[in-house]
């Protein structure tokens, strides 16, 4: 008996794993989103209390980067997964649950690449806002703008536009963290692989489709976050070389 080759385990019809291996593409491209958009909330809170807190403020986001930057990425998956589980755990038995209630791997896995790129989004922010001119600012100031309308009509459009680029690393890395979220039992596009490979014994055909589908999710959104920056960018001078 023949073995089936790339294409014919790729495909989409009856005996193939094309549906299986895009729906593990469309899970990591999920919680890779999920991660990057809480990571994006504890970034802004944590450059704000560097940039403007107080001396408690500054501390405590100084700790956060440095410990969440300091432990491995797959170590607070699993603080998450087993620690969140405990919690949820004892807070059933306060309303007289019995038994084990485990936080689904998906959440534990998203909060966990979320907190930890975060301490990632901090240093990018906190870098972006030094870059701004205080003289814009001031002008908004000068102005009479309010504080909220200064910060959406000013401060953030400039503190974007000088941090979409670490924004995009940020990304790139918090997409490859996202196969790390497979120990907590979400199927997605390296565990898919796995079994796809294990089922088959073809593991090299899996790979190199998971590889491919990989720089597909990478090489799109890099392309938007061109297009961003280029958006963001509009009307400014270009320095001569």
């Known amino acids: ?7 014919e385990l790729m495909s989409f019809g009856p005996g193939g794993w094309g549906a299986a291996m895009l729906f593990g593409a469309l899970m990591t491209l999920a919680v890779a989103v999920c991660g990057f958009a809480i990571g994006a909330v504890f970034g ?11 001396r ?11 410990v969440l930057r300091g432990i491995p990425d797959l170590l607070v998956i699993y603080l998450f997964y087993f620690g969140g589980s405990s919690v949820l755990t004892a807070a059933g038995r306060l309303f007289g649950s019995e038994g084990f209630i ?21 240093e990018v922010f906190r870098g972006a806002y030094r870059a701004v001119q205080p003289g814009e600012i001031e002008a908004a100031v000068a102005c009479g703008m309010r504080p909220l309308l200064r910060f959406r009509r000013i401060i953030a459009p400039l503190v974007l536009r000088h941090a979409l680029p670490g924004l995009g690393n940020v990304w790139q890395i918090v997409l490859k963290e996202s196969a790390l ?11 898919q ?16 489709a998971a590889g491919i589908l990989y720089l597909a999710i990478t090489s799109i959104s890099g392309f938007g976050f061109r297009r961003a ?13």
Not at 1 to 7: I, K, L, R, S
Not at 229 to 241: K, N, S
């Open 1 to 7: 008996m023949n073995q089936p080759g790339f294409f």
């Open 44 to 54: 802004a809170v944590a450059a704000l209390a560097k940039i403007a807190g107080n």
């Open 56 to 66: 408690l403020a500054r501390i405590v986001a100084d700790v956060y980067t440095t």
């Open 102 to 122: 485990g936080l689904p791997g998906f959440a534990a896995g998203a909060l966990a690449i979320g907190v930890v790129s975060g301490a990632q989004h901090t």
């Open 181 to 191: 979220v497979s120990v907590t039992g979400t199927v997605e596009l390296l565990r």
């Open 193 to 208: 692989s796995q079994v796809g490979a294990g089922s088959t014994r073809e593991p090299f055909y899996f790979y190199a």
């Open 229 to 241: 920056e280029t958006h963001y960018r509009r009307g400014v001078a270009r320095r001569a070389a």
